[in-house]
């Protein structure tokens, strides 16, 4: 197969309203998609292109809240060139001075001069000033004129351990062609004249492996015209020995994925059928599509999705900041319950999400991300030492959670009498934290692995709230001692508590998850 270049570029972003505003503000690509992950419906899919979403101008991103940025290596595809005129690199060089944009350049590379900057997660692009025409239909915007605009695609940049073994896999089966060289990076073409033609492979050998996260790419998408073409290119990739998935249809058009020998995700997308499916061109990116499956989730999916304001709307909701923790909300139809998931020292707001679906599959979750960094490990409170925990910062930490859940109980429309703290480790500290100085806001928690925050001065009363310590017998971190007498403080404060101790140490057991989630339906529920 000759492919005709890129038809899209997919990467991962952290907050979406960051992501918006910049590409869709900063560089003024028209936003034509907001849609959902078909794996993943309460994790937006935003696309990014010309007027109409033409193949080769489309850029999609994954946002997933408070992601940790990835990290770029070989075995990824690492930087994005956008083609943009010549005479249009004056204009960007000035824009970016004025939105205090970082960048480096104009750089040359393959005769031609290019500016390098970086999205907000650490995503590195390019404008590359080109004669050809684009074949494409650029999008203005009020500040960003039709003339200066961001055609297409220009290339890619591979990082490859081997680059020779990826560059015959290009040549052989998607009929690219070397077209220069400097140093290191080697220029291939598919088409030339179309848009996203050029593809750079690095030759990294020795250089560490990428690590997926905020700020990379996902895969690299390739055109193929129509079904039939696909299909033959996915026999003969196939009959090479590369596993190829069978075609997948994702509404906008028709994909095949593999990875070429270098284990860049690659795809064949077809060209049809196109943006306009579900939208007519004037209103395409105003609202929400979803894919079949979903269709009957709507409500439940856009109560998970964080709110987001268009391009060029006043904005009227709250961003990820706005609620103090960046976090995950999945909610479930007709929950009588919701989890709010906290983790241990070093997780993130995904850490937890397992153990809870495990606890209450019918659960809503609520999942925020500790704010404080520890060694690049995300905590929730400050600690002096191992086991000397900062009382003051856990009080302030606490009086920002309790707002927090304020805040998301309006957002989420849960009740705040539903939620159950589950907590492990660090996390569980937070919580007894929380019950010590805020006890009418938490009426069932589980602490997995806690130790006592602080002696409380004043006894709380708990008497209408149910909690239950589980505790590792064998646990190198957290002493007997400690839970006992956690144990000890919540009965004096009149709660109905339990211990469980487990045979086990810092780590959780399915057993013990088993006894957790009898509890957890058990009398007093």
């Given amino acids: 197969m000759k492919t005709r270049g890129i038809h899209h570029i997919t990467a991962i972003a952290s907050d979406p309203q960051k992501n918006i505003d910049f590409y869709a503000e900063v560089l003024g690509l028209r936003f034509i998609k907001q849609t959902v992950n078909f794996d993943d419906p309460t994790t937006y899919h935003f696309y990014y292109a010309d007027r109409i979403g033409t193949p080769g101008t489309v850029l999609t991103f994954f ?54 900057f970086e999205d907000p997660d650490g995503l590195p692009l390019e404008l590359v000033g080109t004669s050809e025409n684009s074949k494409t239909d650029p999008w203005g915007t009020n500040d960003i004129p039709v003339t200066h605009a961001i055609r297409a695609f220009h290339s890619t940049t591979l990082w490859e351990e081997d680059s020779h073994r990826t560059a015959e896999f290009i040549q052989i089966h998607l009929g690219y062609e070397l077209v220069g060289s400097e140093e290191n990076l080697s220029r291939y073409r598919s088409a030339k004249g179309e848009p996203g033609a050029n593809l750079d492979i690095r030759h990294a050998p020795g250089f560490w492996r990428g690590t997926m996260g905020a700020g990379i790419i996902h895969h690299i998408a390739f055109r193929a015209p129509t079904d039939e073409v696909q299909l033959a290119a996915r026999e003969e990739i196939e009959e090479s020995g590369t596993r190829v998935t069978p075609q997948i249809d994702r509404k906008y058009f028709h994909s095949i994925y593999f990875r070429e020998p270098g284990n860049v995700l690659f795809e064949i997308a077809t060209d049809g059928p196109g943006f306009t499916i579900d939208e007519s061109v004037d209103e395409l990116g105003k609202s929400l599509q979803l894919p079949a499956p979903y269709k009957s989730r709507r409500e439940e999916i856009e109560k998970s999705l964080l709110p987001i304001h268009l391009p060029g709307e006043a904005s009227a909701h709250s961003s990820n900041e706005d609620f103090g923790f960046a976090h995950r909300w999945i909610p479930r139809q007709n929950a009588s319950r919701t989890l709010l998931l906290l983790h241990g020292t070093g997780g993130d707001e995904n850490a937890m999400i397992p153990l809870g679906q495990v606890l209450d599959p019918t659960a809503s979750i609520l999942s925020p991300r500790g704010q404080v960094s520890e060694n690049g490990m995300a905590r929730y409170f400050r600690r002096f030492a191992p086991g000397v925990l900062d009382e003051e ?114 780590e959780i057991s399915e057993a013990e998850l088993a006894f957790i989630k009898n509890w957890l339906n058990g009398p007093g529920q």
């Fill in 63 to 116: 946002p997933w809240p408070g992601a940790k940025r990835g990290q770029r290596g070989t075995g990824q595809a690492t930087a994005i060139g956008f083609s943009i005129p010549k005479s249009s690199l004056g204009f960007w060089l000035e824009r970016f001075i004025t939105l205090n944009i970082k960048h480096q350049g104009p750089k040359t590379r393959f005769g031609e001069k290019y500016l390098e």
């Fill in 393 to 506: 910062d856990l009080k302030n930490r606490a009086a920002q959670l309790e707002e927090f859940l304020q805040k998301t109980s309006l957002q989420y429309s849960f009740d705040l009498d539903s939620v159950v703290a589950v907590g492990y480790s660090n996390g569980a500290n937070f919580a007894a934290g929380l019950l010590f100085l805020y006890p009418d806001l938490i009426k069932t928690a589980i602490l997995l692995r806690p130790m006592i925050p602080f002696e409380p001065k004043a006894m709380p009363d708990l008497s209408k709230t149910r909690i239950l310590i589980s505790a590792g017998d064998d646990d190198p971190a957290v002493p007997r001692e400690q839970p006992e007498r956690l144990f000890q403080i919540f009965s004096k404060a009149g709660a109905d508590a339990a211990i469980h101790w487990t045979e086990t140490g810092h």
